[in-house]
């Protein structure tokens, strides 16, 4: 946790931006994996996280901004609790740790709140995500579950955007943290990797390294041979000679700031002469997309910008033709790039993904494309000093698209079909690395994570 002072800071701002009414944040809680006693690892919310500090389940809070009260909600321990969990401080010498001074007991919460209600007091909620929430607070507010989300409030959502969206120096600290981590379990996960093992020894690898750090996994470990499923979380696979591994791991601190980072490394000690000019391809991406970042470039342009540089490789190889501007603006480079280039990153990996892009990623000035490929980028308005992000360029040749374009021969001005049809079983390389926007300028979050080809290959031995 942090000072007392920042957590108090962040609530008066909270409550100036909303100026009236009552704001409800509901923490997480314990959740049954199997049966209720055999729980998922706690994760606590981020929202509560960053106004409340405390990383306990079955707390919520709320900010009475008419009456100027800050209330903590929760229970201290059974005697039958200490026995199974051993002692615990109180409730109130944690709710201190974050600048508060007021708890009460959650069987007050609902008439608490119900009594705000009647008074004519607004209720702000935000958009819940977990099922036990959800129930939560349709018996606090009688929204229906279907409802909630497009109920929830607008001007909260808006008020905590507006804090988290530019990290502190304390929070960059953490960030870099879990960077450092993170790039030890990449660098761990290179010089292990060796033809015959399991996809499923280099996860447990580097899931080990983020525990053992003292937080964990800031989401769940992609690392396959199957690089060009994006989002792979099947590790059954053994790796072969001739294969490259794409992994896309991080872990979170203590404090739940992520680390968000990508590297494609070959199962040979030396990319084959094809893998390597994909690969320079994407880091040249990657490279070009992070040296243009600077207060005021919109994201989406430097997304834009990268799947042009992406399609020019891509023509040199024969893979693409024509023009590349027409190329691009019509979304043919989506057949191999067919995500965003990144994303902003703090105490969710997705930073802040359950209050809706619509006020993290976009503005009122740039709103969501509907075109294949770039309809997934998740951030893309102007950039400002204090935002943390991810650049995350890719090549992927997926089998399934391909065929499904080529047999509508879709963009065969712009994809030469014949060429692709070479790279069929290519897989996938993805480069990410995490990036702060400084006042004028950015900086690549933690220590250098090997990612040239000599780089890579020095550490595949
Ligand atoms: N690194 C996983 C993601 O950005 O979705």
Request: glycine letters at 8%; hydrophobic letters at 45%; zero cysteines.
């Amino acid at each position: 946790m942090f000072q007392p002072s920042i957590y108090q800071a962040r609530r008066e701002r909270l409550k100036k931006d909303l100026k009236s009414g009552l704001a409800l944040f509901l923490g997480n809680n314990e959740l049954g994996m199997n049966y209720a006693g055999n729980t998922y690892h706690f994760r606590q919310d981020s929202n509560f996280l960053y106004f409340f500090g405390l990383d306990k389940p079955g707390l919520a809070a709320v900010i009475d901004v008419d009456n100027d009260r800050e209330i903590i909600f929760g229970d201290d321990l059974s005697i039958e609790d200490v026995v199974w969990m051993g002692a615990q401080p109180r409730l109130k010498t944690l709710a201190e740790q974050a600048g508060l001074r007021e708890v009460l007991p959650s069987r007050r919460l609902s008439a608490f709140v119900k009594k705000a209600r009647r008074a004519g007091q607004a209720v702000h909620f935000l958009p819940p995500y977990r099922h036990d929430n959800m129930l939560l607070l349709k018996d606090l507010l009688n929204i229906p579950v279907a409802r909630q989300k497009s109920a929830a409030s607008e001007a909260l959502i808006r008020a905590v955007v507006a804090q988290r969206s530019y990290k502190s120096a304390e929070e960059v600290a953490d960030m870099e943290r879990a960077v450092n981590v993170t790039g030890a379990m990449h660098i761990a996960a290179m010089k292990a990797a060796r033809a015959g093992q399991t996809e499923a020894e280099l996860a447990g690898l580097v899931q080990g390294m983020a525990v053992s750090a003292g937080g964990n996994l800031s989401y769940p470990v992609i690392l396959s041979v199957q690089g060009q499923i994006l989002h792979n979380h099947y590790h059954g696979n053994t790796l072969q000679p001739g294969q490259m591994v794409l992994g896309d791991f991080g872990a979170e601190t203590a404090s739940h700031y992520a680390g968000d980072i990508t590297r494609t490394f070959p199962v040979d000690r030396r990319f084959t002469p094809k893998q390597r000019a994909i690969y320079e391809i994407v880091l040249d991406a990657e490279v070009g997309a992070i040296a243009s970042l600077k207060p005021g470039i919109l994201y989406r342009d430097v997304h834009l910008a990268a799947a042009r540089r992406i399609a020019e490789g891509l023509k040199t190889l024969g893979l693409m033709q024509g023009n590349l501007d027409e190329a691009v603006a019509q979304g043919a480079h989506a057949l191999f790039f067919p995500h965003g280039l990144g994303h902003k990153i703090g105490l969710d990996v997705h930073d802040m993904e359950d209050l809706g892009e619509k006020y993290v990623g976009y503005s009122d000035a740039v709103t969501r494309s509907a075109q294949f490929g770039t309809a997934y980028l998740r951030l893309a308005r102007a950039l400002e000093p204090g935002f943390v992000l991810t650049v995350e360029p890719g090549i992927y040749f997926i089998p399934q698209l391909i065929d499904q374009w080529r047999r509508k021969n879709l963009f065969a001005e712009f994809i030469n079909y014949q060429t692709v049809a070479k790279y069929r079983n290519f897989g996938g390389i993805r480069i990410e690395d995490n990036v702060l926007i400084t006042e004028k300028s950015h900086r690549i979050l933690g220590d250098p994570i090997p990612k040239t080809v000599a780089e890579v290959e020095a550490l595949r031995g």
